[in-house]
C-alpha cells in the first residue's frame, strides 16, 4: 500500500508495487526537470581606459547575448594602480546599459567588488 497524496482529505493510498511507483515518479521529476529553462550567462570584461572601437565591439557581442535569451555580465577589470580610475569604469558599464536599452533590462547596477565593477543586464521578454 503507497501513500499516493498525503495532504488530501482523507490521504488517497493505492496498492501497488512500490518500486514501480518510485520508478514512474523519477521519470515524472525528470521529464518536468527538463521543461525547466536553464539560465545562461555570458560575460562580457572591458578594462577601465577601453577604446572607442573595442567598446562597439563588445558591445555588438552583447547584443547578439541578448538577443539569444542569454543573461549578460558585463564587467571592468581593475589591474595593478588603475583601480583609480573607478569612475571611468562606472561610467564605461552606464553607458554600455544605456546603449543596450532596447535589448535589456538592468539587473544590478554597477557595484564593485574587489577589483572588478559587476553590473548584469536581463534580457527583454519577447
Do not use: W
Not at 578594462?47 to 565591439?57: L, Y
Not at 541578448?66 to 552606464?94: M, N, T
Amino acid at each position: 500500500m503507497v501513500e499516493i497524496s498525503p495532504k488530501a482529505k482523507p490521504p488517497v493510498c493505492k496498492i501497488i508495487d512500490y518500486k514501480k511507483f518510485l520508478y514512474e515518479q523519477k521519470k515524472r521529476e525528470k521529464a518536468q526537470k527538463s521543461k525547466a529553462t536553464k539560465v545562461v550567462v555570458k560575460e562580457i570584461r572591458f578594462g577601465p581606459n577601453t577604446d572607442e572601437h573595442d567598446f562597439e565591439f563588445k558591445k555588438k557581442h552583447a547584443i547578439k547575448f541578448l538577443q539569444e535569451g542569454a543573461k549578460l555580465k558585463a564587467f571592468v577589470f581593475f589591474k595593478g594602480r588603475s583601480i583609480i580610475y573607478k569612475d571611468q569604469g562606472h561610467i564605461l558599464l552606464l553607458r554600455l546599459a544605456t546603449e543596450l536599452e532596447e535589448y535589456g533590462k538592468v539587473e544590478q547596477m554597477p557595484k564593485l567588488e574587489g577589483k572588478r565593477m559587476i553590473m548584469f543586464i536581463a534580457p527583454k521578454k519577447k
